[in-house]
C-alpha cells in the first residue's frame, strides 16, 4: 500500500512521465560514461569530468524546445565549455587566482544571459564547470583527460536527448501567440457584426469575448518559464514581444468598438468593413507563425484601411452639415485598431524571418536593419545601469562565488568544490527566497550524509559502489526531484558519496567533509543574499517602473504638443519610453520567479507595462495621420486637449508614486465611449473645418483611451 501510495504521488506530481524520462537519459548516459572511463580507461579524472559533465549538462542546465533544438544547443555550447575548464586548470595554482577567475566568469556568465535566454539555461552548467577545474590538485597536463571526459559527456547527453525517450514537443511561445490571433479575430469579426447587425449572436459574441481575453493572458511573459519567453535580444525574440503588445491593443480596441456600437444598424458603415479587414490580416499573420507557413504581408489590409479613410464622413458636402461625430469615433478607433493589426502583421514577418522593405511602421523595427552585435549590444548597454536587476543578480552571484572559493582555498578544504555548488543551490534574487532555499538545503544534506556515513561504516567494498551508482542516479534526479528539495538535497548527497567511494575512498569522513561544505557555502549563500540588494526584483522593479511611467508621460504631452504646433515630434521621448521598456522587462521577468508577501497588496504589473505599450505604436500612428500642426490656429481644441494632458500627466505621476511605493488605489471608472467624445466636442463643433474635426476626434479618442489603460493598471474597487 505504501508503494502504491508513493507511486501514484509521483505521477501526480510528473504528468506525462518528463521529469521521470529525463532522469532515465542522464542515468544512462553518465553510468555509460562513469564506467567506461574509470573501469574501461582506467582514469579518474576522465571519470570525474564526465559523470559531472552530464550531471551540469544534464541536471542543472534548463534548456528551452524540441529535443533536436535542445541537442544542438549542448554541442554548441561545447567551445565554452572547454574554454572554461581550461582556464579554471590554469588558474588553479593559486587560490587568489582562481578566486579573481571566478568572480570574472561568474559574473559574465551570468550577465550574458540579458541577450539570450539560452545562455541563462546554461549559465549554471558553464559555472559548474570553471568550478570543478578550478580547484586544486594544479595538472595542467590533465587537461586533454578532462576536455576529453567532458566533449564524451556532452556529445552522449545529447545523442540520449533525440533518440532515447524524447519529450513531447511542448507548446511553444509562437503557438500560444497563433492561438491568440486566431482567438481576437473572432471577437473582431464578432464587433463588426456588431457595428452591422447590433442585436446578431449576443451569446456567440460573449462567449468570442471571453475566449480572446484567455488567449491573450496566455502570451503574457509570465506565464512562460524564462528561458522560453522571448526575451533575447535578437531581431525575432524582440518582434515576438511587439506582437504580443500589438495583439493586447487590438482586443481593448475591439472591446471599446463593441461596446461603442450604435443601437441601430449600419448597413453600410465603413468601419464594419475595415475590421472584417482587419481580423482575416490578424488570423492569417498569427498562423505564419506556424513552421512551413508562409508569410503574410499587410497589403490587403493597406487597401482597407485606405478605403476606410476616402469614406470619413466630413458631411455631405454642405457647409451646414455638421460632422457625424460618433460615426467619426467609431471610424477612428476601427483605424486605431487597424494600425496595431499593422503592427502585428509586420511583426510577425520579422518574427519569421522574412525580409522587411519600406514600411510605414518601420520605426518600430529600425531595428531590424542592424546586425546581431548591434542588438546584444544594445541590451547590453540597456542592463549596464544602476537599476538594473539583472546586473544586481550577477554582481551577487560572481561575488558570492569568489568569496566561497576563497575560503574554501584558505581553509584547504579536500572537496572545496562542494562549498561553491552549495552557494549556487541556495542563493536567490531576494533574502527571503535565499531563506527559503536554505532550510531544504540544509535539512536534506544532514539527511544525506546522516545516511550515507552510516552506510559507508559498514560497507567497505567499491564493487558495491559501483553497483548502485545507477540507482542513486535514478533516485537524485527523478525521484527527488519529485519528491520536493529536502529530498532531493538528500538523494544527491548519498550519490555524491558513492561517486567519491570510487574515486577516492575516504571511508565516513567523506560524508563529514560534505556536511562542513555545504554548511559553509549556504552561510555563504545567506550573507551574500542579505548583504547585496536583499529586495530582489521588486525593489528594481518599482524603481523602472516610476520612470518608465513618467518617461510614457512625458511621450504624451510632447505628442500633444507636436499636434498643436507648438512642438516638434517626440522622437526622443519616445526612444526614451523604448530603452526604459528593456530595463522594466527584464525586472517584471525576474520579479515572477521570486516569491511575494501574499498579504501585501499586488501591483498589476501586466497592465502598468501596457501602458507603454500603448503611447509607442500609438503615438506614432496619430502622427502618421494627423501631421504636425494639423491643429494649429484651433484655440478652443487647443485648450481642450492641453487640459486632457495635463489630467493624463496627473494620472501617470499619481501611478508612479503608488507603483514606487509598492500600492495601487482603488480604480476610478473611467468613460471613453463615443457618447462622452460627443458631448465633450460638442461646443467646439460651430464653424469648425470638418477636416480639423476628424483630426480633434482622432487625438482626443487617443487620449481616452490612454486613460482607459492607466484605469486597468488600478485593481478593481471594492
Known amino acids: 500500500m505504501l508503494g502504491t501510495s508513493l507511486l501514484g504521488r509521483l505521477r501526480r506530481r510528473d ?30 579524472t576522465l571519470a570525474t569530468y564526465g559523470l559531472f559533465g552530464t550531471i551540469a549538462a544534464g541536471s542543472f542546465a534548463q534548456l528551452p524546445g524540441p529535443a533536436p533544438q535542445r541537442a544542438r544547443i549542448l554541442l554548441l555550447s561545447l567551445p565554452a565549455v572547454w574554454a572554461l575548464i581550461s582556464l579554471g586548470s590554469l588558474l588553479a595554482w593559486s587560490t587568489w587566482a ?38 586544486p590538485p594544479y595538472q595542467p597536463g590533465t587537461l586533454p583527460e578532462r576536455l576529453g571526459g567532458v566533449t564524451l559527456a556532452v556529445v552522449l547527453l545529447a545523442a540520449a536527448e533525440v533518440f532515447l525517450w524524447p519529450d513531447p514537443v511542448p507548446v511553444s511561445y509562437r503557438q500560444r501567440l497563433t492561438e491568440a490571433a486566431d482567438g481576437v479575430a473572432a471577437f473582431v469579426d464578432a464587433a463588426a457584426d456588431r457595428l452591422t447587425d447590433p442585436t446578431a449572436a449576443a451569446g456567440d459574441r460573449d462567449a468570442r469575448r471571453g475566449r480572446a481575453y484567455d488567449v491573450v493572458a496566455a502570451i503574457e511573459l509570465n506565464r512562460s518559464p524564462p528561458a522560453w519567453a522571448p526575451t533575447a535580444a535578437g531581431a525575432q525574440d524582440r518582434a515576438l514581444r511587439i506582437c504580443a503588445a500589438a495583439l493586447r491593443e487590438v482586443l481593448t480596441e475591439a472591446d471599446r468598438l463593441a461596446g461603442d456600437a450604435s443601437p441601430e444598424p449600419i448597413p453600410d458603415l465603413a468601419a464594419a468593413r475595415l475590421l472584417r479587414s482587419c481580423a482575416a490580416t490578424t488570423r492569417a499573420a498569427g498562423r505564419s507563425l506556424s513552421p512551413g507557413a508562409p508569410a503574410v504581408a499587410p497589403t490587403d489590409l493597406d487597401v482597407a484601411v485606405g478605403r476606410a479613410e476616402e469614406a470619413y464622413p466630413l458631411g455631405d458636402g454642405q457647409v451646414r452639415d455638421a460632422p457625424d461625430v460618433p460615426r467619426l469615433c467609431r471610424d477612428v478607433t476601427a483605424l486605431a485598431l487597424a494600425d496595431q493589426v499593422r503592427v502585428f502583421a509586420v511583426g510577425c514577418r520579422v518574427a519569421t524571418g522574412a525580409r522587411l522593405d519600406a514600411d510605414a511602421s518601420s520605426g518600430l523595427f529600425e531595428y531590424t536593419r542592424r546586425s546581431p552585435w548591434t542588438l546584444y549590444w544594445w541590451q547590453f548597454r540597456s542592463h549596464l545601469a544602476p537599476r538594473s536587476a539583472h546586473l544586481h543578480s550577477s554582481l551577487r552571484l560572481a561575488v558570492a562565488l569568489a568569496i566561497a572559493r576563497v575560503a574554501a582555498g584558505v581553509l584547504q578544504l579536500t572537496h572545496g568544490f562542494w562549498v561553491l555548488l552549495a552557494t549556487l543551490t541556495v542563493l536567490r534574487t531576494s533574502a527571503s527566497d535565499t531563506r527559503t532555499a536554505l532550510r531544504p538545503a540544509v535539512l ?18 567499491p564493487i558495491v559502489y559501483a553497483i548502485v551508482l545507477p540507482i542513486t542516479l535514478l533516485l537524485a534526479f527523478g525521484v527527488g526531484r519529485l519528491l520536493g528539495p529536502v529530498w532531493q538535497q538528500a538523494l544527491f548527497t548519498v550519490l555524491l558519496t558513492v561517486v567519491f567511494a570510487q574515486l577516492s575512498p ?58 498643436l504646433g507648438d512642438a516638434p515630434p517626440p522622437e526622443g521621448a519616445l526612444s526614451r519610453v523604448r530603452r526604459r521598456m528593456i530595463l522594466i522587462d527584464s525586472s517584471y521577468c525576474q520579479y515572477h520567479s521570486e516569491r511575494h508577501d501574499p498579504h501585501r497588496q499586488q501591483v498589476n504589473w501586466d497592465a502598468v507595462l501596457s501602458t507603454g505599450h500603448h503611447v509607442v505604436p500609438g ?80 487625438v482626443d479618442r487617443w487620449l481616452a483611451g490612454l486613460a482607459d489603460t492607466l484605469a486597468r493598471a488600478r485593481p478593481p474597487s471594492r
Do not use: K
Not at 24 to 40: E, K, P, Q
Not at 529 to 554: C, F, I, K, Q
Open 98 to 135: 582562481a578566486a579573481a577567475g571566478m568572480l570574472v566568469v561568474g559574473f559574465v556568465v551570468a550577465f550574458a544571459g540579458v541577450g539570450n535566454p539560452r545562455l541563462v539555461g546554461l549559465a549554471s552548467a558553464f559555472q559548474l564547470f570553471y568550478i570543478l577545474a578550478s580547484f
Open 15 to 44: 504528468p506525462g512521465d518528463a521529469i521521470l524520462r529525463r532522469a532515465a537519459r542522464l542515468t544512462l548516459v553518465a553510468s555509460v560514461v562513469f564506467y567506461g572511463c574509470r573501469y574501461g580507461a582506467g582514469s579518474s
Open 506 to 563: 575516504a571511508g565516513w569522513r567523506l560524508a563529514e567533509a560534505r556536511l562542513v561544505d555545504v554548511l559553509l557555502g549556504a552561510v555563504i549563500g545567506v550573507l551574500a543574499g542579505v548583504a547585496m540588494w536583499p529586495r530582489g526584483a521588486g525593489h528594481d522593479l518599482r524603481h523602472n517602473a516610476t520612470r518608465y511611467l513618467e518617461a510614457s508621460a512625458d511621450a504624451v504631452e510632447q505628442t500633444v504638443q507636436a499636434v
Open 619 to 698: 503615438a506614432e500612428a496619430l502622427l502618421r495621420r494627423n501631421p504636425p500642426g494639423c491643429l494649429a490656429g484651433w484655440p478652443e481644441a487647443a485648450a481642450l486637449l492641453r487640459d486632457t494632458a495635463g489630467r493624463l500627466r496627473s494620472a501617470y505621476d499619481a501611478l508612479a508614486d503608488e507603483v514606487a511605493h509598492g500600492r495601487t488605489s482603488p480604480r476610478t471608472p473611467v468613460s471613453s465611449t463615443c457618447v462622452d467624445q460627443l458631448d465633450r466636442i460638442r461646443p467646439l463643433l460651430g464653424g469648425a473645418d470638418r477636416r480639423a474635426v476628424r483630426h480633434l476626434v482622432e
Open 444 to 461: 536534506g544534506t544532514v539527511i544525506g550524509a546522516v545516511a550515507s556515513g552510516g552506510v559507508m561504516l559498514v560497507v567497505d567494498e
